[in-house]
């Protein structure tokens, strides 16, 4: 869609609306009533209006006509308040010189586009300094649109103190660009912004530009420095409409007379990027409107919560395996990924004309300082790599791929004009050169041996080359995975375990990670690891189940880029299993010398073992901030030591779980019952507090401690329960609040209540009840998860495992453990885990004399119980529907290979 300008104000002629406004004074009434009458008049026509224009929306029409239709409503309803506030209400048919008048949209509103709930920014121009009637109808229109509950950005100024500020305030500069005459004296408004204008075309735009760009940063900061968060800020975010809009802004400083800066950005961009920029723009704006309409508020984050609702209105329906709100935000990512695309192209431009016309541009920028890196095609120009002609290419294929080796080599950020023609050039990328022996060896190069290759194959990632090269990856890029646990898109999240894997490697993550940094260092075979970690997802989505399809994929890939038959297998397995490590340590007892034999023999050699050790890692990690915790690091060192030692040929022994806690089994030895609580930091990001309690083994101890804890509102964020046969246990519970803070961190008597209170519980003093099942919140409420009991009988010589698998919600685990109880089960071992929205509970468990030979007829009894737990799921808090989550029945019975539930629901990473 053409961005065309704005219309003009409408004309003075008495509207309909007009005069049901001027008829409001025929009826007796003081001002407080004619406030009102004025004010209901203009929302029946302001809503009405609204309605229509929603109306069109649902039925299709584009982002940014939608826009223009809701600025033309906010037209229409303030010039009839001006008029009839200025001509019936306080009328001065010859006003003096200064008590003119107008009524100027600025920002976006003054750009002629409005969201639904967007504030109205207006700027109440004088020509000096206020007088008693310009202050009364200021404030009389403002109390209006008050009244109508809209939220407006105002300001009240004379010329002079608007052209002074617009000299030194950025901000202010920024907001008068985009000015329109509404209302009022338009003699004084078009000579105001007349001059206006020639303060900016006469003015160093090196300050404004740099101020954009510096408000760019600050604003990505604050909403996510990555364009790819699953919950994504369309307004403010990386890839944003702001980010557009700091186009427009630029291009209008550069030339102010020119409608939207249009004559700027038809000469910075070609066709082709004039016509994404548009389609960007006008797809980011239906998001948005969408989005105000199911919100019902100016809201500008695309929350879980809201995404459904906002595909199901934009037309997006489910295709195969994939869902409709799947779809959908796959298709934004690739928006946002054009406009960081567009914004390196306009930044190109602007270099470009520098170079071209000394006398015009050039003053934005330093002297352009070239030199040869020692390949003809390839160029630094200034502190950038740039390509010596846009035929390189087209010569040499292979160079779309060198470009980037060269680029990590020398450290070195690609210019805008070399990735506009990498971009160009993706037609170049054929099946002979995704097996060209140069071109695979430069990619294999960057993956596994540069220097930098997180900020090296995301450049590769935003240009397109990335996903035309390597078919495999293509396919989940802008991929997001409904759900709560994963923080970014599929490949933003490979690309971040890339480059956690290289941080380990250089050291960096040391106190994080000691182990892993020791382990990587020890791998003979790196850049098996690093393919790996690049594959390792993309068989997600697929019909035979993330892992089967995966480890196909991955095979695929590894032929067609030469990679050795050895090699190739290796790769194969970590893709096959790379969930194998993460599943074994947090949902099964790493002291029970059958758990670790069974891991020992699934992984078969000390190598394999560390590669996937270092793989899980990076790969939790990069889930999200504040994924990767203490907890399963040392659940995970704990599993790996055994297994390495098994390795080594030395025996195995049962772990006694209450080594660690000798002076906490000396008090409940004396007491019956001992706990402490401490808190617990979590590697990279948030913290939590642990509790630990021993205490004499009793039926009901598990499920007594549960309900405790969720009588008293701790969430459960982790939990190991180990039995000796002495008869005496150990409970260690990691906890925070509904907030996610470490529970009692805000009131410490309340963490010290609890320690008292489990104390009693596990004497047997109190028999506490969990709380009524609270309702969903929103954001969890809009998640259909379904619920997985598997119970295992063979795994455990010594106890029945079973492993539980649903929707999260306060007081599940004191539900489940007290329905093992009710069937006459007692626990021995319980591991608690949640992701996102899902949990995964896994209990060992024998009946009551201790024995693990439970009947056919128990088994299923436990298992309908634990099911008609899992099923009563909390009443969603709003309205919403509900829609499925990803996990379709192939993906669920995988949960259950081998009986290890080493599954590909992607839970891990």
Known sequence: MTLAAPPDAPDDSRSPLDQALDGVLDAPSGDGDVRGAVTEILRDRYAAQREKIAQRLAAGLGGVEVARLYAEAADEMLTALWRFTTR???????????????????????????????????????????????????????????????????????????????????????????????????????DFLWRFRGIVTNADPRPFIAAKMEEREGRHAKAGASRYRVEPNIKDGKGGLRDLNTLFWIARSLAPDSPLGAAVLDDMLTARERRSFETAFDFLWRVRAHLHLTAGRAEEKLTFDLQPEVARRMGWRGRGDEPAVERFMRRYFIV?????????????????????????????????????????????????????????????????????????????DLHPDAFSAVMRSLDLVTPKLRRDARATGAFLNVLAHGQRPYRVLTIMNETGLLGRFLPEWGRIVGQTQFNMYHAYTVDEHSLIAIGIINDIARGKLMEDHPLATEVIHLISDPDALMLAMLLHDVGKGGDRGQLEDGAIAARRACERLGVDPRRTELVVWLVRNHLALSDYAQKRDVSDPGTVRDFAELVGDPERLRLLLVLTVADIRAVGPGVWNSWKGQLMR???????????????????????HAELVARAQATGAAAEARSVSEEGGGAATEIALAATDRPMLFADLAATLAAAGADVTGARVATTAEGLALDVFQIQDGAGDPYGQAEPRRLTQLVKALEKAARGQSRPRAPETPAASP???????????????????????????????????????????????????????SFGE???????????????????????????????????APEPSSGRRLIAARASARDVSELGRAARRRGGDGRQG
């Open 88 to 190: 019936t209400l306080y009328p001065s048919p010859n006003p003096t010189e200064a008590e003119k008048l107008a009524l100027i949209a600025v920002g976006g509103y003054g750009r002629g586009v409005l969201a639904p709930f967007s504030d109205l920014d207006l700027l109440f121009l004088r020509p000096w300094r206020t007088t008693a009637r310009t202050e009364t109808v200021a404030e009389f229109v403002l109390y209006v649109l008050w009244d109508l509950g809209l939220k407006v950005g105002s300001a009240a100024r004379s010329v002079e103190e608007c052209l002074a500020l617009s000299r030194t305030d950025m901000t202010v500069r920024t907001t008068l660009l985009e000015a329109r005459y509404l209302a009022g004296d338009e003699p004084l408004a078009r």
């Open 779 to 833: 954001r969890r409420a809009v998640f259909d998860v379904r619920p997985v009991v598997m119970i295992d009988a063979h795994s455990s010589a010594d106890a029945v495992i079973i492993e539980v698998s649903g929707a999260d919600r306060p007081g599940l685990l004191a539900e489940l453990a007290q329905t093992l109880s009710d069937q006459g089960l007692s626990i021995r071992s319980a591991h608690v885990a």
């Open 638 to 660: 704990s599993l790996y030591a055994r297994v390495e030692a098994l390795f080594r040929g030395e025996d195995l022994e049962a772990v006694d779980p209450l080594a660690d």
């Open 336 to 412: 946002a990924r054009d406009v960081g695309a567009l914004t390196r192209a306009f930044s190109a431009s602007l270099e470009a004309r520098h170079q071209k016309k000394p006398q015009g541009l050039s003053r934005l920028f330093r002297p352009v300082r070239k030199r040869d890196l020692g390949d003809s095609a390839f160029i630094e120009d200034g502190g950038r790599l740039s390509i010596a002609s846009p035929e390189v290419f087209r010569q040499d294929p292979a160079r779309l791929l060198s470009l980037f080796v060269t680029a990590d080599r020398h450290d070195l």
């Open 838 to 872: 899902r949990a995964v509970d896994s209990f060992y468990v024998t009946d009551a004399e201790g024995r693990a030979d439970l009947s056919d007829l128990l088994i299923d009894e436990v298992q309908s119980a634990l099911e008609a737990v899992l099923n009563r």
